[in-house]
């Protein structure tokens, strides 16, 4: 599962997102830019799992956005898609999805679901108004000195965040029996998602090398499987 990071703030919503797209064994596939922006309207799509899975999910919710011209439609039409087919839906392997939206009734807020039972049933829309993340975060007293403050932007720390969670290994939930790998990678790309329109930043590049795999301080080879994002 990659990592990322989205907070709303009074007037916007921001969002971190790593670039590496991998295999089962941390092998990097791809970079890519990872956040799916709706056409004309303040939403945007962030999603962790297979990249087709992803895909084909983001899709759905990006025309719904593009046939409503709301972004409170579409998330009532997503909640009741998500209610039909919870008890029959099938992934095999895990998919979190989360919607970041500037809503009509709500202001900057996001939203978040999962394939898998975790924080709650899966299928299950959540509302997450203060944002979400995920991935491994620095210990405390780490946080205490770098001196982070509640009102600081996503982009002056997100590549220290970044930093740390690609330093640690992780068991890969789609491809547990392949053992811990590192799976942050690629770049550091800022989103600021607002209500007339949307930036972007790239804040940082990794010398990862695709074919090889993600190691800080260290490039391999492997094989390539199925692409993980």
């Not at 799992?49 to 593009?66: E, K, P, Q, S, Y």
């Not at 205490?144 to 509640?150: K, P, Q, S, V």
């Amino acid at each position: 599962m990659t990592g990322f990071m989205i907070k709303p703030r009074h007037d916007r919503v921001e969002i971190a997102t790593d670039g590496a797209v991998y295999d089962g064994a941390g092998v990097l596939l791809d970079t890519k830019y990872k956040v799916r922006l709706a056409d004309g309207l303040p939403l945007a799509v962030v999603g962790s799992g297979t990249v087709a899975h992803i895909d084909m999910v983001a899709d759905a919710i990006l025309a719904a956005a593009a046939a409503t011209g709301s972004v409170d439609a579409t998330i009532e039409i997503l909640s009741v898609s998500l209610q039909a087919i919870a008890t029959d839906a099938a992934f095999d392997s895990p998919v979190r999805i989360v919607i970041a939206a500037i809503s009509e009734s709500h202001g900057p807020t996001c939203w978040v679901f999962d394939t898998f039972e975790e924080d709650g049933p899966a299928f299950e829309l959540r509302g997450a108004p203060f944002g979400i993340g995920q991935g491994e975060l620095p210990p405390a007293e780490e946080l205490l000195a770098r001196g982070i403050e509640t009102g600081d932007s996503l982009e002056k720390h997100a590549v220290w965040f970044f930093d740390f969670m690609r330093s640690r290994k992780r068991v890969s939930p789609v491809s547990p029996e392949k053992g811990p790998i590192y799976n942050i990678g690629g770049h550091v790309d800022f989103t600021v998602l607002r209500a007339d329109g949307v930036e972007t930043k790239r804040l940082h590049t990794w010398p990862d090398v695709v074919g090889q795999k993600i190691e800080p301080g260290f490039v391999g080879n492997a094989k390539t499987c199925n692409a993980r994002v």
